[in-house]
């Protein structure tokens, strides 16, 4: 067999190290194993300690769901308005249609009484 020669390991490119970034998992690690060993220094009890550690990272941990949590209550409460405020909106035309049918069935059984004019179609309409 021939040797390689050190020619195409100068051919290949150096990649530049880059230093890890630090997670936020660690800091928060590295402040609760903190709070551990000054709780332990001044005299507090490891289950004391530990409880407190628990409740710390149950509720950082939940702080991501809560926030989901609320930005799905706030669509369905938007929702819900749009479907109301269409509601409302269906409503207020079918009785303004009522209103009209009936202005017109009144004015077929007797158009002497009053003539199907502007005005009167204006006045039907203000509200």
Do not use: W
Request: net charge negative; hydrophobic share 45%; with cysteine.
């Amino acid at each position: 067999m021939a040797a390689k020669s050190d020619d195409t390991a100068q051919d290949a490119p150096t990649q530049p190290e880059t230093k890890a970034k630090p997670k936020a998992s660690d800091a928060l690690n590295a402040a609760l194993l903190n709070f551990s060993a000054e709780a332990a220094k001044n005299g507090v009890s490891q289950q004391a300690t530990d409880a407190v550690t628990q409740a710390l990272v149950m509720i950082l941990g939940s702080g991501p769901s809560i926030a989901a949590y609320d930005g799905l209550l706030q669509a369905q409460q938007a929702n819900g308005l749009m479907y109301h405020n269409a509601v409302a909106h269906q409503q207020r035309t079918n009785l303004l249609g009522m209103a009209m049918t009936a202005k017109c069935v009144r004015y077929m059984m007797d158009p002497q009484s009053d003539s199907l004019t502007a005005e009167i179609l204006a006045e039907e309409f203000k509200a």
